[in-house]
T-cell receptor, first 112, second 114 residues
Framework: NAGVTQTPKFQVLKTGQSMTLQCAQD?????MYWYRQDPGMGLRLIYY???????DKGEVPNGYNVSRLNKREFSLRLESAAPSQTSVYFC???????????FGPGTRLTVT | DQQVKQNSPSLSVQEGRISILNCDYT??????FLWYKKYPAEGPTFLIS?????DKNEDGRFTVFLNKSAKHLSLHIVPSQPGDSAVYFC?????????????FGKGTHLIIQP
């Protein structure tokens, strides 16, 4: 039982490049989330998906898009990366929005 | 404006003693509070939670206290162990409609001294 997995673990991009961060959970959870964490800061919500087929913006959605591919997978896409998107990205899932969230190990992204 | 505040960036406690981590919130629409523990290069791990209808929740060495009138919660760890050294995040869930997800504080780095 792997829980929440994220790929890749590390990525370096040049300004303007695009990439997709992958997230999968094997806990049969309905809700999935993408957060970013910047140095000295708490985690901030980028996008979430309350259930398969739905996605909504969080606190800091600009510059990102998401896809809830199926119940297990929730991907985050950067269409044109900017240095301000240098951060650690965490994916999380929860049985429902009323339950605790479980986090993946994170993707460390650097944009130069 | 920060809605969840952890005013102590770090805290050093001797092994075996009690660790008390504090968290303040500003929004009375938060109805559920959680504590997460994070080791370097790992994702946050859920530790313990409390609903706004309770004032205390206990799980082994971990107890969370909620004072709704003061908009304050605290995490007590007794006794503190070396493996407790980590960053602890307080998080709150919004009870109203609109955006889902958790609002996090900036974290407190707990260091357990031998």
């Amino acid at each position: 039982n792997a829980g929440v997995t994220q790929t890749p673990k590390f990525q370096v991009l040049k300004t303007g490049q695009s990439m997709t961060l992958q997230c999968a959970q094997d806990m049969n959870h309905n809700s999935m989330y993408w957060y970013r964490q910047d140095p000295g800061m708490g985690l901030r919500l980028i996008y979430y998906s309350a259930s398969e087929g739905t996605t909504d913006k969080g606190e800091v959605p600009n510059g990102y898009n998401v896809s809830r591919l199926n119940k297990r997978e929730f991907s985050l896409r950067l269409e044109s990366a900017a240095p301000s998107q240098t951060s650690v990205y965490f994916c999380a899932s929860a049985g429902t929005r009323w339950r605790e969230q479980y986090f993946g190990p994170g993707t460390r992204l650097t944009v130069t | 404006d920060q809605q969840v505040k952890q005013n102590s960036p770090s805290l050093s406690v001797q092994e075996g003693r009690i660790s008390i981590l504090n968290c303040d919130y500003t929004n009375s629409m938060f109805d559920y509070f959680l504590w997460y523990k994070k080791y370097p290069a790992e994702g946050p791990t859920f530790l313990i939670s409390i609903s706004s209808i309770k004032d205390k929740n206990e799980d082994g060495r971990f107890t969370v206290f909620l004072n709704k009138s003061a908009k304050h919660l605290s995490l007590h760890i007794v006794p503190s162990q070396p493996g407790d050294s980590a960053v602890y995040f307080c998080a709150s869930r919004w009870s109203g409609g609109g955006a889902d997800g958790l609002t996090f504080g900036k974290g407190t780095h707990l260091i357990i001294q031998p």
